[in-house]
């Protein structure tokens, strides 16, 4: 069955870096889209980043660019998000989930169950 | 402040059924972008639920719909259960925001 299983997160200081890893099985990785999602204590969904299977293409919300960085294995079955200059409002519980085509509107089919990133003095 | 507006919660007694409403624009659900509806129960991953507008995934029950006319999307539960009290999102897309994949600010659903 499908899973994907995220790791790495944890308190970090205002600046500093954390690199997130998702695992993936299941399927066959790198057929598929791959994007971060994002939630805040008590918010809602943020999406963050997406890359394409074969890595030529990917993207970021405005508010995570320039400082956080998507990349995948292939090899290995997994995806990393690479997170620098990390602020208070990066808090949140990091999700990998699994997008079901290329098309740009396709939705996300396969979620994990999330890892938490706290960013505090 | 989400792109798509979502109200922040509904409720309904067990039996009946509620409507969450998905209100956007011309530049996401009204330039023909799908509409896709998560459930995310207290705790857990959010849970794909309805996509492209109105298809359930295998698995989930025929009590839960959605529609989508114009810049809005619908979901609608009928036969509420217990087990249904969580939050709902909606997602599309947007074409003139770099990147673009936005979120409903999310329904918590109460089942009285």
């Known amino acids: 069955q499908v899973q994907l299983v995220e790791s790495g997160g944890g308190l970090v200081k205002p600046g500093g870096s954390l690199r997130l890893s998702c695992a993936a099985s299941?399927?066959?990785?790198?057929?598929?889209?791959i994007n971060w999602i994002r939630q805040a204590p008590g918010k809602g969904l943020e999406w963050v980043s997406y890359?394409?299977?074969?890595?030529?293409?990917?993207d970021y919300a405005d508010s995570v660019k320039g400082r956080f960085t998507i990349s995948r294995d292939n090899a290995r079955n997994s995806l990393y998000l690479q997170l620098n200059s990390l602020r208070a409002e990066d808090t949140a519980v990091y999700f990998c989930?699994?997008?079901?085509?290329?098309?740009?509107?396709?939705?996300?089919?396969?979620w994990g169950q999330g890892t938490l990133v706290t960013v505090s003095s | 402040q989400s792109v798509l507006t979502q109200p922040p919660s509904v409720s309904g007694a067990p039996g009946q059924r509620v409507t969450i409403s998905c209100t956007g624009s011309?530049?996401?659900?009204?330039?023909?972008?799908?509409v896709h509806w998560y459930q995310q129960l207290p705790g857990t991953a959010p849970k794909l639920l309805i996509f492209?507008?109105?298809n359930r995934p295998s698995g989930v029950p025929d009590r839960f719909s959605g529609s989508k006319s114009g810049t809005s999307a619908s979901l609608a539960i009928s036969g509420l259960q217990a087990d249904d009290e969580a939050d709902y999102y909606c997602?599309?897309?947007?074409?003139?925001?770099?990147?673009?994949?936005?979120f409903g600010g999310g329904t918590q659903l109460t089942v009285l």
């Open positions: 011309s530049s996401n659900i009204g330039a023909g972008y799908d």
């Open positions: 299941g399927f066959t990785f790198s057929d598929y889209y």
């Open positions: 997602q599309s897309y947007d074409s003139s925001l770099s990147g673009s994949w936005v």
């Open positions: 989930a699994r997008r079901t085509d290329a098309t740009v509107s396709s939705p996300l089919d396969y």
């Open positions: 492209s507008n109105s």
């Open positions: 890359i394409s299977g074969s890595s030529r293409y990917t």
